[in-house]
T-cell receptor, first 113, second 115 residues
Framework: TQLLEQSPQFLSIQEGENLTVYCNSS?????LQWYRQEPGEGPVLLVT?????EVKKLKRLTFQFGDARKDSSLHITAAQPGDTGLYLC?????????????FGQGTTLQVKP | DTEVTQTPKHLVMGMTNKKSLKCEQH?????MYWYKQKAKKPPELMFV???????INESVPSRFSPECPNSSLLNLHLHALQPEDSALYLC??????????????FGPGTRLTVT
């Protein structure tokens, strides 16, 4: 069974601080998605990483896919209150043709002004 | 346009009621999904439709009945639910359910409360 372990589960920081969220597995994924979800809303796709070692930047967010495609990280620079939400990583297995995603447990981020 | 719409936004129903949740996308996606999500937890997959055919049922109780009338629409029929079924129900779609096309776009969800 493929699992994605996401850490930390909860993070409360002050505005302007930096943070990193990790998503780790013993399994190889063909791609990995990061989503952000605000309370009462659906997850919003932030980025997809596909190639081992790939780094993608989205304004103050930097996403990295591990060389072996077993892990990923999300780094936020100078966090703002608008970054508050639930961050989810989700991996896709290349051996599956069902479109089924394996979700991490999520990181709840609170950025205080 | 990466929009998936869901109605209603909120639903309160008794345990003997029958209700339906609706989901619609006009992105030409051929895979559609139903998820159940509890507070501060990741979404749990319930059903996957691929090319209008049910391809995955994650052992969901029969009181939840999915339907895919066409490639743009997905329904979830609810009957005789239990209070523990209260949750946020999310619909999602992707280009296909095949390898290499895994980006899923989620709707805003229906907040369901069973009394």
């Amino acid at each position: 069974t493929q699992l994605l372990e996401q850490s930390p589960q909860f993070l409360s920081i002050q505005e302007g601080e930096n943070l990193t969220v990790y998503c780790n597995s013993s399994s190889v994924f063909s791609s990995l998605q990061w989503y952000r979800q605000e309370p009462g809303e659906g997850p919003v796709l932030l980025v997809t990483v596909v190639t081992g070692g790939e780094v993608k930047k989205l304004k103050r967010l930097t996403f990295q896919f591990g060389d072996a495609r077993k892990d990923s990280s999300l780094h936020i620079t100078a966090a703002q209150p608008g970054d508050t939400g639930l961050y989810l990583c989700a991996g896709a297995s290349g051996s599956s043709n069902t479109g089924k995603l394996i979700f991490g447990q999520g990181t709840t981020l609170q950025v205080k002004p | 346009d990466t929009e998936v719409t869901q109605t209603p936004k909120h639903l309160v129903m008794g345990m003997t009621n029958k209700k339906s949740l609706k989901c619609e996308q006009h992105m030409g996606h051929r895979a559609m999904y139903w998820y159940k999500q509890k507070a501060k937890k990741p979404p749990e997959l319930m059903f996957v439709y691929s090319y209008e055919k049910l391809s995955i049922n994650e052992s969901v109780p029969s009181r939840f009945s999915p339907e895919c009338p066409n490639s743009s629409l997905l329904n979830l029929h609810l009957h005789a639910l239990q209070p523990e079924d209260s949750a946020l129900y999310l619909c999602a779609s992707s280009i296909t359910g095949l390898a290499g096309n895994y980006e899923q776009y989620f709707g805003p969800g229906t907040r369901l409360t069973v009394t």
